[in-house]
């Protein structure tokens, strides 16, 4: 290519060439034997799609349950099955694989990578997923665990839980436990060796910092709860009485070994959302992200301090005081670097010319969730406050809104950002923000009433209450809300299968671009790159368009944004 | 189906007067450590609202403000280290606040007071006391899937040698007394709560917990197991019923009059039983 095609041609183009060969394999047969990045990366979101509809259906049926005091929908022991399958999957099976699915896609792409730094490694987590949810779900054939998805014992113990159903869920954790544990360090290798040229830690995306701290932690809490299932595994089936309180064992000691896993892992989650955010709302903005040293060092903050927070799920059990007051006080000091980010993204939107996109909705829609679930965090922190509101649907309301409102609305704001690159086409905005309108009105009516009702005493994992005690009404608008939600859901997975053949063709660049994958064409071929430009600064992208720009003259507009600027 | 549900909302709102009892304040008016928690949750509410407002706030304002017009520009602000390290002061200030008054309530909490001096007691030595030393203490057993209460000093130990009387689900106790609580669990781990008598303590096999309450007049407290204890968790309820001192008094010979009854019945049957050869040997 002459260099006079390149001043003609001002839109960054790939220099790749597809070659083309004679299929000699069945299309599926690509996919199963892939090694490639993006195909994985494509499977983990599908799959785990799947995993959240049928998470989904579990949430919409408790809730069917519990519209109405005396209902006799489902049976006690049916509805502890739903709420252990409920948690189990949205969190081993959907939000945890969903993150790492778009980190599959996009870090290799965001850092200038050909690949993941073990091709192979990363298909063995995708197959090790798919095959734990496999195990665990089949036992919707015979009896499905119903101790949680935090099982304490001595609930979870044989005597108690004597089904299949509670091995299968150790299964799960261990399977989809190595499948992340490999995942992890696949991004780490990753992430630290194989950065485009001039890609120092100061000018890594703030996506692939949240991937990296993500990998991190899951290192570290992965193989605690490893442990704990497994002397769960022996105390049920070999003998030992680790949690049995009648041979000297603990019940207590699993609680700690779970949660110091487990809230570890609500950061796992919450962490690779933060990161979209903070890539999305600055190219939204049309401005550079506010205080990009101060976001990434509270991740790192926030991954440190995630590690000494776990006893703030057990403020009821026995333990001192003195002891409660720490967790108390760690839990407020994660609230500061989380509050730091929040005042980051509003910086970052302030002044800037925002750009309506159903990306920045959902983005939006996120930091005032978020904002929420944070607040009501603090109250849950006192513990004082804690032995009132402690598993009641004060707390439910709670994680959901850091959770739904938080991973969740990342994950779709995520995907309207994305897909163009994914697919080379655009979602189609307008039902897009249909989606967002429902899931944003859905999603509070859900569970905005839930902090009444908790605050009305009504316990967590209860099946049925008598009418008369307050809790009918808030129970009837947080039903009527949970289907609202899934209706706006619904829309994005017909507004996703419909634009994948018939959207707007996106282009290379459809939003005008921070970070390299938008470097490379829509979708990009199986190399990524051809050429790897030198980055010299966190926004390579807005480096090259302004240097085009410098050479040409000519002002760069690009396909996809400026339908949506008021005009 | 929505014309059902809409029809079944409007029909509870209208219908249930106390429908929108506890909005945004926990329960609380049953005992002092319930509306001690209650007022600590109330000025971490008072904070909460003023943060919710500013975040939000800003975060509305910017959206609706800022939106792309032609000829706006983005101003391009890499950052302000000073008004960045200002905001991680001003809500590290707001915990630091938040911490001061949790410790300055917690002894309102978690130290039972003395019971008035018509309240009906008696002494122990092994679990919180009230500085006079003067309770009344109750056993709360859990087990799948109900409570028991076994009353009287030294419960935990002596419940069978000294024949204490106990009751299931419902706890009968006086009003002016401070009433303790020592919580066990025979089997999985369950969770003492009854919201208005304060916050929930685990009961947890293995461990013994504790709490109390003293309500200042008679009445109905309904209460629920808050851990998830198995398929019959949600019928697992509790009812603290608060008399006067003369009527606990009654209450408790009778009761421990139709224990022996029963016990008399329940033996004199197997004998019978036995005689018949009805009975095995179990």
Known sequence: MATTDYILRPVPQVIAHEVV???????????????????????????????????????LMMRMQLSVPNNTLVTSEHYNMLLTLHGTTMIFLFVVPVMAGFANYFVPLMIGARDMAFPRLNALSFWLLLFGGIVFYITLFFHPPEAGWWSYPPLSEALYSPSGGQDAWIFLIHITGISSLVGAI???????????????????????????????????????????????????HFGTHFFDPTANGSPVLWQHLFWFFGHPEVYIMILPGFGMISEIIPVFSRKPIFGYKAIAASTVVIAFLALLVWGHHLFASPIPVVVLGFFMLSSFLIGVPTGVKIFNWIATLWRGSLVMTTALYFAVGFIALFVIGGITGIFLAVFPVDWQLNDTYFVVAHFHYVLVGGAVFT????????????????????????????????????????????????????????????????????????????????????????????????????????????????????NNFDTIPRVRSVEPMRDIRRQIERETGVTQKTGGSEQFARV | MALVLGAALIGSLVLAPDALANFITPKSGGSP??????????????????????????????????????????????????????????????LVVLTVLTFVKLPSIINPPNSDADGFVSASVTEPTPPNGEKLTVCVTGRQFIWRYTYGQDCLNQAFTSKLPYSYQEMVVPEHTTVVLDIQSTDVIHSWWVPSLGGKVDAVPGYTTYTWFKVPHTGLFHGQCAQLCGTNHAAMTALVNVVTPSQYQAWLTQQKADIQTANAQVGQLRTILTASGNLGDT
């Open chain 2, 33 to 94: 450590n319930a509306n001690a928690i209650s007022s600590l949750y109330k000025v971490t509410l008072y904070i909460a609202a003023v943060v919710f407002v500013i975040v939000e706030g800003a975060l509305v304002y910017s959206v609706y403000k800022f939106r792309a017009k032609k000829g706006a520009h983005a101003a391009q602000i890499h950052g302000n280290t000073r008004l960045e390290i200002g905001w991680t002061f001003a809500a590290a200030l707001i």
């Open chain 1, 411 to 526: 994950v779709f704001a995520g995907i309207y950002y994305w897909f163009p690159k994914i697919s080379g086409r655009l979602l189609n905005e307008k039902v897009g923000k249909l989606s967002f309108w429902l899931m944003f009105i859905g999603f509070n009516a859900t569970f905005l009433p839930q902090h009444s009702l908790g605050l009305s005493g009504m316990p967590r994992r209860i099946y049925t209450y008598a009418p008369g005690l307050g809790w009918s009404t808030y129970n009837l608008i947080s039903t009527i809300g949970s289907f609202i939600l899934g209706v706006g859901v619904l829309v994005t997975i017909l507004n996703v299968a419909r634009s994948a053949k018939h959207g707007k063709v996106a282009g290379p660049d459809p939003w005008k671009g921070n970070t390299l994958e938008w470097y490379t064409s829509s979708p990009p071929p199986a």
């Open chain 1, 21 to 59: 060969k004679p299929r000699e394999t069945k299309r599926w047969v690509d996919w199963v034997t892939t090694t490639d990045h993006k195909k994985i990366g494509i499977m983990y979101m599908v799959l785990t799609f799947v995993f959240f509809c049928l998470g989904g259906i579990e949430a």
């Open chain 1, 186 to 236: 696949n991004f780490y290798a990753t992430i630290v060796n194989m950065r485009a040229p001039g890609m120092s830690w100061g000018r890594l995306p703030l996506f692939v910092w949240s991937i990296l701290v993500y990998a991190v932690l899951l290192i570290i809490a992965l193989p605690v709860v490893a442990a704990a299932v497994t002397m769960l595994l022996t105390d049920r």
